[in-house]
């Protein structure tokens, strides 16, 4: 079957089948809303339209938002019903080559995470053992080395941005060590996935900086091979070409900083504002893994994840969905369905409080790799009990209505946390 190319002109009017026409009601998937209080979106969209919602994306394109934990674990447990394959889009004749999101929902391109069935086995087949050859101990020292390094660049003053000064290098500064990078070309990376992230008119110009560094990174590693994920995957007994290497680099790389940057930032959001949840921490009544595990539930750091595309024409919570049709995976607002809330029966897991049935990593094949799992939790965790030991009285600078939120209705974070501290001193000064 011939597939649209994605750079070919927009028609004037969106394709016969696509849900535009079904769905004239469907939901702009941008604004303010998703900023201040995204769960407030998803109460009146399950309410207005059930577990399987309308939804509009930039430039009019129209996709399904799959709301209902139910629903959304159906779709990530039928990989033939609703594969990861973007190829199958019905939109892509209406989609310019400059989209903003593009990035983000991708091309039909040969990597782990574009790729779907056998081919996407495959690359699975050599990220996966690459990225659980890194040692969880070394990772911790990783972490702890860099954490330190971190916040000595901020202890000495008693002012720091959490966000900009800990949460959003520590993940890129651990994940370049362990893929391969140089510490010094760990900001510039850090900056190229925070305009990925964001969607807006430099997603592309990141996109292509972020995948020359990958090829750089690629051709090194071959030359001079070494303990690292790149040395670990260009090794595997399979042939992959380097557009493959380079493309699941990118992959790993980018979630692995971006939700981890976001999940740092939203628990230590937590710890600053909630008085409640503060006092079960320093109380013993409540420990750090509880407290990123709570965030998961409450506070996801990927609420929408794009996508599955439907491989023919079939029902969803109450919605025709046409063969072609793009669901975006509602993450955030399917761990805070009243099914899972209420435990209602057949609701497929148990009630709040079951840690492992969350939905934050995503479900089925394609959900996120347990090695990357792991690798995610080490830094949060590390980077949590490091920051405290070392600013222990540690407080938010202002008031908690005056935190921004991350102008992406994808990403969950808080893209500034200003706080105040007793000034310390550094640990070269403690030694």
Same mark, same amino acid.
């Given at each position: 079957?011939?597939?649209?190319?994605?750079?070919?002109?927009?028609?004037?009017?969106?394709?016969?089948?696509?849900?535009?026409?079904?769905?004239?009601?469907?939901?702009?998937?941008?604004?303010?809303?998703?900023?201040?209080?995204?769960?407030?979106?998803?109460?009146?969209?399950?309410?207005?339209?059930?577990?399987?919602?309308?939804?509009?994306?930039?430039?009019?394109?129209? =996709?399904?938002?799959?709301?209902?934990?139910?629903?959304?674990?159906?779709?990530? #447990?039928?990989?033939?019903?609703?594969?990861?394959?973007?190829?199958?889009?019905?939109?892509?004749?209406?989609?310019?080559?400059?989209?903003?999101?593009?990035?983000?929902?991708?091309?039909?391109?040969?990597?782990?995470?574009?790729?779907?069935?056998?081919?996407?086995?495959?690359?699975?087949?050599?990220?996966?053992?690459?990225?659980?050859?890194?040692?969880?101990?070394?990772?911790?020292?990783?972490?702890?080395?860099?954490?330190?390094?971190?916040?000595?660049?901020?202890?000495?003053?008693?002012?720091?941005?959490?966000?900009?000064?800990?949460?959003?290098?520590?993940?890129?500064?651990?994940? @370049?060590?362990?893929?391969?990078?140089?510490?010094?070309?760990?900001? *510039?990376?850090?900056?190229?996935?925070? *305009?990925?992230?964001?969607?807006?008119?430099?997603?592309?110009?990141?996109?292509?900086?972020?995948?020359?560094?990958?090829?750089?990174?690629? @051709?090194?590693?071959?030359?001079?091979?070494? *303990?690292?994920?790149? #040395?670990?995957?260009?090794?595997?007994?399979?042939?992959?070409?380097?557009?493959?290497?380079?493309? *699941?680099?990118?992959?790993?790389?980018?979630?692995?900083?971006?939700?981890? @940057?976001?999940?740092?930032?939203?628990?230590?959001?937590?710890?600053?504002?909630?008085?409640?949840?503060?006092?079960?921490?320093?109380?013993?009544?409540?420990?750090?893994?509880?407290?990123?595990?709570?965030?998961?539930?409450?506070?996801?750091?990927?609420?929408?994840? =794009?996508?599955?595309?439907?491989?023919?024409?079939?029902?969803?919570?109450?919605?025709?969905?046409?063969?072609?049709?793009?669901?975006?995976?509602?993450?955030?607002?399917?761990?805070?369905?009243?099914?899972?809330?209420?435990? @209602?029966?057949?609701?497929?897991?148990?009630?709040?409080?079951? =840690?492992?049935?969350?939905?934050?990593?995503?479900?089925?094949?394609?959900?996120?790799?347990?090695?990357?799992?792991?690798?995610?939790?080490?830094?949060?965790?590390?980077?949590?009990?490091v920051l405290l030991d070392r600013l222990p009285d540690l407080e938010l600078a202002v008031s908690a209505g005056e935190l921004v939120r991350r102008p992406s209705a994808f990403l969950r974070g808080t893209t500034s946390l200003p706080v105040r501290f007793t000034p310390v001193r550094t640990t070269g000064d403690l030694s």
């Open positions: 079957m011939t597939r649209p190319h994605p750079e070919q002109p927009p028609p004037e009017q969106p394709p016969p089948g696509c849900p535009a026409h079904a769905a004239p009601a469907a939901v702009p998937l941008d604004g303010p809303g998703f900023q201040v209080d995204p769960q407030a979106l998803y109460r009146a969209m399950r309410r207005d339209h059930g577990p399987v919602v309308p939804v509009e994306l930039p430039g009019g394109v129209p =996709a399904w938002l799959v709301v209902g934990y139910r629903e959304l674990h159906r779709v990530t #447990s039928d990989g033939e019903l609703f594969p990861r394959d973007v190829g199958l889009w019905n939109q892509w004749p209406r989609i310019p080559a400059d989209w903003p999101l593009l990035p983000m929902v991708g091309r039909p391109l040969p990597s782990i995470y574009f790729t779907a069935g056998e081919e996407h086995r495959r690359h699975v087949r050599m990220v996966v053992p690459a990225l659980e050859g890194a040692d969880p101990f070394e990772i911790r020292g990783h972490c702890e080395q860099l954490a330190d390094r971190l916040v000595d660049a901020v202890c000495g003053r008693g002012a720091a941005d959490l966000v900009a000064d800990f949460c959003e290098p520590l993940p890129v500064l651990v994940l @370049a060590r362990l893929v391969g990078f140089p510490d010094d070309e760990g900001d *510039d990376i850090a900056e190229v996935l925070k *305009d990925l992230a964001d969607g807006g008119p430099g997603a592309q110009s990141a996109h292509q900086r972020f995948g020359e560094h990958m090829a750089r990174l690629v @051709a090194a590693k071959r030359a001079a091979p070494g *303990d690292d994920v790149t #040395s670990r995957m260009l090794a595997f007994p399979e042939a992959f070409t380097d557009e493959e290497y380079v493309l *699941d680099l990118m992959a790993v790389t980018a979630a692995g900083h971006l939700t981890t @940057a976001d999940w740092l930032g939203n628990s230590l959001r937590l710890m600053l504002t909630e008085d409640e949840f503060a006092d079960s921490m320093a109380g013993g009544r409540r420990s750090v893994s509880e407290a990123t595990t709570e965030v998961l539930w409450e506070d996801a750091p990927t609420q929408i994840l =794009a996508g599955r595309w439907a491989v023919r024409d079939t029902r969803l919570g109450g919605q025709h969905i046409r063969a072609g049709d793009m669901l975006l995976l509602g993450l955030g607002a399917a761990n805070t369905d009243p099914l899972i809330r209420q435990g @209602a029966p057949g609701s497929g897991a148990p009630a709040h409080g079951g =840690a492992g049935a969350h939905l934050a990593f995503s479900h089925g094949e394609y959900r996120c790799p347990f090695p990357a799992q792991e690798i995610a939790e080490i830094i949060v965790r590390t980077g949590i009990e």
